[in-house]
């Protein structure tokens, strides 16, 4: 239902772009976002769109860097991602939930997610 692609292996201060399609059923009122889980760490929260205000929340360590967008004709959520650092090396999963909010979306549970792209961010 949530299809995530985009990952790669790119050089420090390198960009890519992760893209998520969301198919099979209608996303309308779901909010939807990024997490990443890195080798022997928490999975972690990365960026989350609002749908209805188009408003964003950040983690902190992907602020000035990292850049959520959503297209609602393809019904697709990206994750625009640049100077990015080898401790951005994770795999990153997309999710979709009706929820709102920084707190709610770290703590979860969230409702639907999609299989994981890797990214790997050489020195």
């Known amino acids: 239902q949530l299809q995530a692609c985009g990952g790669g292996l790119v050089q420090a201060g390198g960009s890519l772009r992760l893209s998520c399609a969301a198919s099979?059923?209608?996303?309308?009122?779901?909010?939807m976002g990024w997490f990443r889980q890195a080798p022997g760490k928490a999975r972690e929260f990365v960026a989350a769109l609002n749908v209805r205000s188009y408003g964003t929340v950040y983690a902190d360590s992907v602020i000035g860097r990292f850049t959520i967008s959503r297209d609602n004709v393809k019904n697709t959520v990206y994750l625009q991602m640049n100077t990015l650092k080898p401790e951005d090396t994770a795999v990153y999963y997309c999710?979709?939930?009706?929820?709102?909010?920084?707190?709610?979306?770290?703590?979860?549970?969230?409702?639907?997610w999609g299989q994981g792209t890797q990214v790997t961010v050489s020195r």
């Open positions: 999710a979709a939930d009706k929820s709102w909010g920084r707190v709610s979306w770290v703590k979860g549970p969230l409702e639907v």
């Open positions: 099979g059923r209608t996303f309308g009122g779901y909010h």
